[in-house]
């Protein structure tokens, strides 16, 4: 069974540009995650969603973050304009929804110059 | 305002030995608790789980404690391996079992 997959691995971008990370869950898990790691950190909740339905955006930071789950598969997270803090790690998991194990894919660094 | 602690950023353990990994937290409604396993460059996996109806939870070398009253949890790796080398994650949910806060990690150095 193929794991959660993300692209790009990784992403040099100079601050103002726009950006675009992709992620396609385990086959038949409805909810999935996004998260933000920086260095030393554990990951911190972006936003989930619930088949295309996002039910939790509370830490999204929606002047310049956005994302989308449109036919309740794959999902798309953008950021535009891009800043220097943004660098880190951006993770992408998805779940069955049973109480539980989310499963993590390898993430997306992102260095913003 | 971290809900979820682990005070210990690294440790080092003799092969072969006992790894205690130490997890607190400070939100008394959370009732759910999983230790995830990190390798560089690779994304979190999971390990273990706990539920707040639990005290202990066994899983092969792996058990984890959960103390309620003093909202504390603690990973043992027994015996300890080289492969058990890298960085554990202590994960809190309240009600739901969907929305996790990790904690900021401890890396863990198993030493030949």
């Known amino acids: 069974e193929a794991g959660v997959v993300q692209s790009p691995r990784y992403k040099i971008i100079e601050k103002k540009q726009p950006v675009a990370f992709w992620c396609n869950p385990i086959s038949g898990h409805n909810t999935l995650y996004w998260y933000l790691q920086n260095l030393g950190q554990g990951p911190e909740l972006l936003i989930r969603?619930?088949?295309?339905?996002?039910?939790?955006d509370s830490q999204l930071p929606k002047d310049r973050f956005s994302a989308e789950r449109l036919k309740g598969v794959d999902s798309t997270l953008k950021i535009q304009p891009a800043e220097l803090g943004d660098s880190a790690v951006y993770l992408c998991a998805s779940s069955n929804g049973a109480q539980g194990e989310q499963f993590f894919g390898p993430g997306t660094r992102l260095t913003v110059l | 305002d971290q809900q979820v602690k682990q005070n210990s950023p690294s440790l080092s353990v003799q092969e072969g030995r006992i790894s205690i990994l130490n997890c607190d937290y400070t939100n008394s409604m959370f009732d759910y608790f999983l230790w995830y396993k990190k390798y560089p460059a690779e994304g979190p996996t999971f390990l273990i789980s706990?539920?707040?109806?639990?005290d202990k939870n066994e899983d092969g070398r792996f058990t984890v404690f959960l103390n309620k009253s003093a909202k504390h949890l603690s990973l043992h790796i027994v015996p300890s391996q080289p492969g058990d080398s890298a960085v554990y994650f202590c994960?809190?949910?309240?009600?739901?079992?969907?929305?996790?806060?990790f904690g900021p990690g401890t890396r863990l150095s198993v030493l030949p």
């Open positions: 706990i539920s707040s109806i639990k």
């Open positions: 994960a809190a949910s309240a009600f739901d079992g969907q929305n996790f806060v």
């Open positions: 969603y619930e088949n295309e339905e996002a039910v939790d």
